[in-house]
């Protein structure tokens, strides 16, 4: 046994900060109050369900995550977000239609009581939406000052602990890192110039890790991935993670490739499309946010096929990724898969997959794990990127000079293994020479 890492308690009220509280926030928010009245599991949540093997396959030691490691009890989460929408939680649940009315209606009071605080919001953006909940401040500094304000109001009020922040808010336009956010300093002085390089989700990532509190990103946009936040999130104790959650297709991409991989079965091309109609497809329609989106679908298959190592199999790769919005199918994204392979003597054969999911459902877990693993990186005393957390996403942050690890089992072992080094367990490596001693 290792010197376990030392993890403070996972005393009192966490505090779960959202910003958007559209498909994605109101079914994390419903589901989670559901199970916790024991009306519904946690399907889909491993730091609800998972188990972790210790030691030896002999022993049989596989306790579940949440009796391993001290996750904050789902009784002690407190909801606060923000939106440019003034509808409250109930009425936001039932704009995003995901879950049933008669689900809904279970926890009416607690969803009705969360109402929206105002939001730092900028069309430049994110072009197709418009709300009247909105800040006003000099400059992108001051907004940051009233995000930091509402943050610590919100502590106080709800008599908290702890907190963590969630961007769940709309894929804003493509952007690329530059000059400004290559130093604190300059970060500052570009947020009270009023920059355009500073976007809205930049100003609710620069607050929280002022506060010092864990931030994460289930959206594809730049925001806490630029060198100045990276060293304010390291400066200031706040663990990191993102971005873009690995939900539909991604993640089914994400199984299927490092098996094909596995086998030395080459991909000559691979066609997904996606059809989809809720809030989030609608801004997905503008060119500038799906550009933000296709980048980060895109990378997947490059990381996991490795084409440098394989040129053989994976050079000529023919990757394409499509979304339609399409209004009747509301949040139940139907994607379609065409894999082209090659065999044996370069024979092809082609592989299709229809999956008809709901992405608010496949999201909603994951940002329930990432809020109670968030916060107990927090506890245990880690900071900036957590790269352990790459599961969840479909573009993992990582170290600059590092490549980004997709192959979702890979992301397992490595989130597994992390929670074993913070218990001082022995990591385990899959050698099992020892049973054959
Ligand atoms: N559902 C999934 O499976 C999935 C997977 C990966 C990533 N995502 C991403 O998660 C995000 C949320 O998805 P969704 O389906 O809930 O979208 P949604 O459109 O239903 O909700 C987004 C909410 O964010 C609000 N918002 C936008 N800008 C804001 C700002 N500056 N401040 C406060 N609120 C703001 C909007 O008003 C809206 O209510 C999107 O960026 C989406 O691309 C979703």
Same mark, same amino acid.
């Given at each position: 046994?290792?010197?376990?890492?030392?993890? #403070?308690?996972?005393?009192?009220?966490?505090?779960?900060?959202?910003?958007?509280?559209?498909? *994605?926030?109101?079914?994390?928010?419903?589901?989670?109050?559901? *199970?916790?009245?024991?009306?519904?599991?946690?399907?889909?949540?491993?730091?609800?369900?998972?188990?972790?093997?210790?030691?030896?396959?002999? =022993?049989?030691?596989?306790?579940?995550?949440?009796?391993?490691?001290?996750?904050?009890?789902?009784?002690?989460?407190?909801?606060? %977000?923000?939106?440019?929408?003034? =509808?409250?939680?109930?009425?936001?649940?039932?704009?995003?239609?995901?879950?049933?009315?008669?689900?809904?209606?279970?926890?009416?009071?607690?969803?009705?009581?969360?109402?929206?605080?105002? #939001?730092?919001?900028?069309?430049?953006?994110?072009?197709?939406?418009?709300?009247?909940?909105?800040?006003?401040?000099?400059?992108?500094?001051?907004?940051?000052?009233?995000?930091?304000?509402?943050?610590?109001?919100?502590? =106080?009020?709800?008599?908290?602990?702890?907190?963590?922040?969630?961007?769940?808010?709309?894929?804003?336009?493509?952007?690329?890192?530059?000059? %400004?956010?290559?130093?604190?300093?300059?970060?500052?002085?570009?947020?009270?110039?009023?920059?355009?390089?500073?976007?809205?989700?930049?100003?609710?990532?620069?607050?929280?890790?002022?506060?010092?509190?864990?931030?994460?990103?289930? #959206?594809?946009?730049?925001?806490?991935?630029?060198?100045?936040?990276?060293?304010?999130?390291?400066?200031?104790?706040?663990? %990191?993670?993102?971005?873009?959650?690995?939900?539909?297709?991604?993640?089914?991409?994400?199984?299927?490739?490092?098996?094909?991989?596995?086998?030395?079965?080459?991909?000559?091309?691979?066609?997904?499309?996606?059809?989809?109609?809720?809030?989030?497809? =609608?801004?997905?329609?503008?060119?500038?946010?799906?550009?933000?989106?296709?980048?980060?679908?895109?990378?997947?298959?490059?990381?996991?096929?490795?084409?440098?190592?394989?040129?053989?199999?994976?050079?000529?790769?023919?990757? *394409? %990724?499509?979304?339609?919005?399409?209004?009747?199918?509301?949040?139940?994204?139907?994607?379609?898969?065409?894999?082209?392979?090659?065999?044996?003597?370069?024979?092809?054969?082609?592989?299709?997959?229809?999956?008809?999911?709901?992405?608010?459902?496949?999201?909603?877990?994951?940002?329930?794990?990432?809020?109670?693993?968030?916060?107990?990186?927090?506890?245990?005393?880690?900071?900036?990127?957590?790269?352990?957390?790459?599961?969840?996403?479909?573009?993992?942050?990582?170290?600059?000079?590092?490549?980004?690890?997709?192959?979702?089992?890979?992301?397992?072992?490595?989130?597994?293994?992390?929670?074993?080094?913070?218990?001082?367990?022995?990591?385990?490596?899959?050698?099992?020479?020892?049973?054959?001693?």
């Amino acid at each position: 046994m290792k010197q376990p890492v030392e993890i #403070a308690p996972a005393q009192g009220r966490l505090g779960v900060l959202l910003v958007g509280m559209g498909a *994605v926030s109101t079914t994390f928010i419903a589901g989670t109050l559901l *199970v916790r009245k024991g009306l519904a599991p946690p399907t889909g949540s491993l730091a609800e369900m998972g188990t972790v093997r210790l030691g030896k396959r002999s =022993e049989g030691r596989s306790p579940l995550i949440k009796d391993f490691v001290p996750l904050t009890a789902l009784g002690d989460l407190v909801f606060g %977000v923000w939106d440019i929408f003034e =509808e409250n939680g109930y009425e936001a649940a039932k704009t995003a239609g995901v879950l049933d009315e008669s689900m809904l209606e279970q926890i009416r009071p607690e969803l009705e009581a969360i109402r929206p605080m105002p #939001a730092v919001f900028d069309q430049r953006y994110v072009k197709r939406l418009m709300g009247t909940n909105i800040k006003t401040g000099a400059n992108k500094l001051e907004l940051a000052e009233r995000v930091r304000a509402d943050i610590r109001d919100f502590k =106080e009020a709800h008599h908290l602990d702890r907190l963590v922040m969630i961007w769940c808010g709309s894929t804003e336009i493509f952007m690329t890192p530059s000059d %400004v956010h290559g130093s604190i300093t300059r970060f500052e002085e570009a947020m009270a110039s009023n920059s355009d390089e500073i976007s809205s989700s930049m100003v609710y990532a620069y607050a929280a890790l002022k506060e010092g509190i864990p931030y994460a990103n289930a #959206a594809p946009n730049l925001s806490a991935d630029i060198p100045a936040l990276d060293r304010l999130a390291l400066d200031n104790g706040s663990p %990191v993670a993102g971005k873009d959650l690995k939900t539909g297709q991604t993640l089914i991409k994400t199984i299927v490739a490092p098996g094909l991989k596995a086998r030395l079965l080459g991909v000559s091309g691979w066609y997904s499309t996606n059809i989809l109609g809720n809030r989030d497809g =609608e801004v997905l329609d503008d060119p500038e946010s799906f550009k933000t989106k296709e980048e980060s679908k895109k990378s997947v298959l490059d990381y996991i096929f490795q084409p440098d190592l394989y040129p053989t199999l994976y050079s000529d790769l023919c990757h *394409v %990724v499509r979304i339609n919005y399409y209004p009747p199918r509301g949040d139940n994204k139907e994607g379609w898969d065409n894999i082209d392979l090659v065999g044996w003597l370069g024979y092809p054969m082609q592989l299709k997959i229809n999956f008809l999911c709901r992405d608010s459902i496949l999201a909603a877990p994951i940002v329930l794990d990432l809020v109670l693993f968030l916060d107990l990186a927090k506890r245990a005393g880690m900071s900036g990127v957590q790269e352990w957390l790459s599961f969840y996403f479909k573009s993992p942050v990582h170290a600059p000079g590092l490549y980004p690890e997709h192959d979702l089992f890979i992301q397992l072992m490595k989130l597994k293994n992390t929670l074993r080094f913070m218990r001082g367990e022995e990591l385990i490596t899959h050698l099992g020479l020892e049973y054959y001693d």
